[in-house]
């Protein structure tokens, strides 16, 4: 089984500042088909997880240009410009190219605001 | 825009089973896969399973495979999950998402509670 391994596991930002999340997968994300299998999700309190990047660097439809995702292989960023009191919550990355077909998450980062 | 609306909270007892729906609105389940994830109290995400209504293919987590059944009802585009023999460590939110290989949309969540 992939194992995803977020570092760090708490984070405590300063409104404008710039925030980085590791994650860290225990094999290559990139398959044969071209595609990396790599993803990041915020979960707000009492809310479902909401989709940031698709494919490592892709920012799903209405994300705003203040979140980045990079990396390749086993080793991927999410960067978080200009912090705003909104980006609180939970940050998990996902891989998703494992047989059999399961969707892995990471244990998760919690960002909150100074 | 796509909604995935799922049923409401339940609390059920050790042994008996859950049966949560998930519904899409502003689209169809047609074409893409809906898959089940779960989230323990205070936890991770564990995946579940997931079907292709399209193709009525499922795929189960290994840890679910004898206790989990996942359906669609194409003409109501609705999805269902089953989890029977239920014990106090299902106790969880249950989710629905929209994809195969990533959820871009996500139901609100079902908490189901497992308590004599």
């Known amino acids: 089984d992939v194992v995803m391994t977020q570092t760090p596991l708490s984070l405590s930002v300063t409104p404008g500042q710039s925030a980085s999340i590791s994650c860290k997968s225990s094999?290559?994300?990139?398959?044969?088909?071209?595609?990396?299998?790599l993803y990041w999700y915020l979960q707000k309190a009492g809310q479902p997880p909401q989709l940031l990047i698709y494919?490592?660097?892709k920012r799903f439809s209405g994300v705003s240009e203040r979140f980045s995702g990079s990396g390749s292989g086993t080793d991927f960023t999410l960067t978080i410009s200009r912090v705003e009191a909104e980006d609180v919550g939970v940050y998990y990355c996902?891989?998703?190219?494992?047989?059999?077909?399961?969707?892995?998450f990471g244990q998760g980062t919690k960002v909150e605001i100074k | 825009q796509v909604q995935l609306v799922q049923s409401g909270a339940e609390v059920k007892t050790p042994g008996s089973s859950v049966k949560v729906s998930c519904q899409a609105s502003?689209?169809?389940?047609?074409?893409?896969?809906i898959t089940w994830v779960r989230q323990a109290p205070g936890q991770g995400f564990q995946w579940m399973g997931r079907?292709?209504?399209?193709?009525?293919?499922?795929n189960y987590a290994q840890n679910f495979q004898d206790r989990l059944t996942i359906t669609a009802d194409k003409s109501t585009g609705t999805a269902y999950m089953e989890l029977r023999s239920l014990r106090s460590e299902d106790t969880a939110i249950y989710f629905c998402?929209?994809?195969?290989?990533?959820?871009?949309?996500w139901g609100q969540g079902t908490l189901v509670t497992v308590s004599s």
């Open positions: 998402a929209r994809g195969y290989d990533y959820g871009p949309y």
């Open positions: 502003g689209g169809s389940l047609k074409s893409h896969a």
């Open positions: 079907i292709m209504p399209m193709l009525g293919v499922t």
């Open positions: 094999q290559s994300l990139m398959h044969s088909d071209g595609k990396t299998y």
């Open positions: 494919e490592v660097s």
């Open positions: 996902m891989e998703s190219i494992q047989l059999p077909p399961a969707w892995t």
